[in-house]
């Protein structure tokens, strides 16, 4: 499972992207595409930890207890037995949930966070030995989230809740 520190250098990594974004002059060329998602993805999980009481992690900071560490690192990841499983030729098994805020993330990015799961940890792990009905479906659901993470980006520059 992933743990705080993971978040916290995901965030250190986005934590500019997200702040060019916000003050990109109109020369400024645009993020590319994984780093437009990636983005997209980082102000979708801190507003959903936000919601839910929690103070989003930031680089260089580490919440004042093991407590609220645990509860952030429920709410991104989720909790319980995990809903998506894979199992790749090497015997190697994959697992993710469903119920946390990186789930809803990507639930809302890729429209469909089951197919994306199975499509992008085939693809990313196969590479171009990935079945061609995996890659066709990581191409569509990938193009999808560009789009959508770029309209999440632009509605929040708008509104000024890119920080």
């Not at 997200?18 to 002059?25: E, F, K």
């Not at 989720?78 to 098994?93: F, N, V, Y």
């Not at 990186?102 to 590479?127: C, I, P």
Request: aromatic share 4%; charged share 25%; net charge positive.
């Amino acid at each position: 499972m992933p743990t705080y520190q993971h978040r916290a250098v995901a965030v250190a990594l986005l934590a500019p992207l997200t702040i060019v974004t916000a003050c990109a002059a109109p020369k400024t060329p645009p993020l590319g595409a994984d780093d437009t998602v990636r983005a997209a993805q980082v102000l979708l999980t801190d507003h959903c930890l936000t919601r839910q009481g929690l103070t989003p992690p930031r680089p260089g900071q580490r919440p004042t207890d093991t407590e609220e560490q645990r509860r952030v690192t429920d709410a991104l990841f989720g909790t319980g037995r995990a809903e998506l499983t894979l199992t790749l030729p090497s015997g190697h098994e994959v697992r993710q949930h469903t119920d946390g805020c990186l789930a809803r993330a990507q639930q809302h990015l890729y429209g469909d966070q089951e197919r994306w799961f199975r499509a992008s940890t085939t693809v990313n792990n196969l590479k171009d030995k990935a079945p061609a009905g995996e890659r066709t479906a990581y191409r569509e659901l990938r193009a999808h989230a560009v789009r959508t993470a770029r309209t999440i980006l632009q509605s929040a520059h708008e509104k000024g809740t890119t920080r």
